[in-house]
């Protein structure tokens, strides 16, 4: 079945504790990308990828980082996580560029104390 | 930076009446998408429009894109209670086709 897969999908964490959220697609996709949802915010790029070993900032990447080393993997680091990041991530994949459908993972909802 | 905003951003309706979300971005959109959220899940793909004054339909939904490219809606009629749920329209970036702005989303709420 294609799809996206992100884990954990919840997570409790403290401030400063380092912590990294899995995303990884079946699709063989080329372009990937990170959200974080908030209320009355809508969707937010944190970051995306076009290709292995491609990546670039989106809207909101301050306390992010990403890596693709591998296509179908797109994981999403946070160094020293802090409240402001208590939110819902969502991975997404398309086929090309951000122009095409975007296939979403289920989501990760974390929390920072 | 490019803002592109929903309205409006929550809207209750009784089963069997129309609903419309409307799409307004600060710039010129090469195409716009459309995307629906189920409470507890993920946003999944509704349209895309691509031409100037496009108008798609999908059942009871209706896409329409603008002349000027800057705005869209989606109109549906006889609202079910299956259609609950946060739907938000996208367009690539105007700093580069490579991003993606969603808007700020319009949640609908139908009574039975």
């Known amino acids: 079945e294609a799809q996206v897969t992100q884990n954990p999908r919840y997570l409790i964490t403290v401030t400063g504790k380092k912590l990294t959220v899995t995303c990884s697609q079946n699709?063989?996709?080329?372009?990937m990308s990170w959200y974080r949802q908030d209320p009355g915010l809508g969707l937010r790029q944190i970051y995306y990828?076009?290709?292995?070993?491609?990546?670039d900032k989106g809207d909101v990447p301050e306390g992010y980082k990403v890596s693709r080393k591998e296509k179908r993997n797109f994981p999403l680091i946070l160094e020293s996580p802090s409240p402001n990041q208590t939110s819902l991530y969502f991975c997404a994949s398309s086929l090309g560029f951000s122009g095409e459908t975007q296939y979403f993972g289920p989501g990760t909802r974390l929390l920072v104390l | 930076g490019q803002q592109v905003m929903q309205i409006p951003q929550y809207q209750h309706v009784q089963e069997g009446e129309d609903f419309t979300t409307y799409c307004n971005s600060s710039t010129t959109l090469s195409n716009i998408q459309w995307y629906k959220q189920r409470p507890g899940g993920h946003p999944v793909f509704l349209i895309q429009l691509v031409k100037s004054g496009e108008v798609k339909k999908q059942k009871r939904l209706t896409f329409q894109f603008g002349e000027a490219k800057k705005n869209s809606s989606l109109h549906i009629t006889a609202t079910q209670t299956t259609d609950v749920g946060t739907y938000f329209c996208a367009g690539p970036g105007n700093t580069g086709f490579q991003k993606l702005v969603f808007g700020t989303g319009t949640r609908l709420l139908v009574s039975p």
């Open positions: 699709m063989n996709h080329e372009y």
């Open positions: 990828s076009m290709n292995v070993e491609v990546t």
